[in-house]
């Protein structure tokens, strides 16, 4: 692991800067590959994370796991993180305040990784990294802001309750490595919306 991250995990797992701290059990920095290619970014930790200290270990993150094999990515391969580091009570969507005391870490993890691709999953992490919403309508596409590129899915819990979004989820996470793959032979990768012009 870089030394810069650890750093970062340290700070995530002391971090009292918002009121979440009083509620979780553990917060829960970002984990993976800090070659990677590529960040996913959730909207925040759950019972199974909380409870661990790790991001995407519950059911979502199984789901995830398994779109990732079915593009034939190993998850050590990737860097997983969310928009917020502790888990929100009852898991209710974490706030504008949550979300903004928590960006610079997000922020930072960036930095370090430089990814080719950010992968937003779900609606709360395209609010607060491009101000988006309606991820359904959206998915799928490949979005240009401030030179970094991010790529859009579905947030993997909604397969839990909608096993037809699983497919969905696979064509996603397959046309993801592909870009990705495209990128790394320097070709021209199509963008479906840019946010700099």
Do not use: W
Not at 65 to 94: F, H, Q
């Amino acid at each position: 692991m870089s030394k810069k991250l650890e750093i970062i995990k340290q700070k995530v797992i002391k971090c009292t800067n918002c009121d979440l701290c009083k509620t979780r059990t553990n917060s829960v920095p970002g984990k993976g590959n800090f070659h990677s290619n590529v960040i996913f970014v959730g909207e925040a930790p759950g019972k199974n994370e909380d409870k661990n200290g790790e991001p995407f270990i519950g059911i979502a993150g199984k789901k995830l796991s398994m779109a990732l094999k079915e593009a034939g990515v190993s998850r050590d391969d990737v860097y997983i993180t969310n928009i917020v580091k502790c888990r929100p009570p009852k898991n209710r969507v974490p706030t504008a305040i949550e979300r903004e005391t928590c960006q610079e870490y997000l922020k930072q993890e960036i930095a370090i990784i430089k990814p080719k691709i950010i992968c937003i999953l779900g609606n709360t992490a395209f609010n607060s990294l491009l101000g988006g919403s309606e991820i359904t309508k959206f998915r799928g596409k490949l979005v240009k802001k401030d030179n970094q590129l991010y790529f859009l899915s579905l947030h993997p819990a909604a397969t839990i309750y909608n096993q037809e979004l699983i497919t969905v989820l696979k064509k996603d996470i397959v046309k993801l490595f592909n870009l990705i793959v495209k990128l790394k032979n320097n070709k021209k990768v199509k963008i479906d919306i840019d946010y700099t012009t």
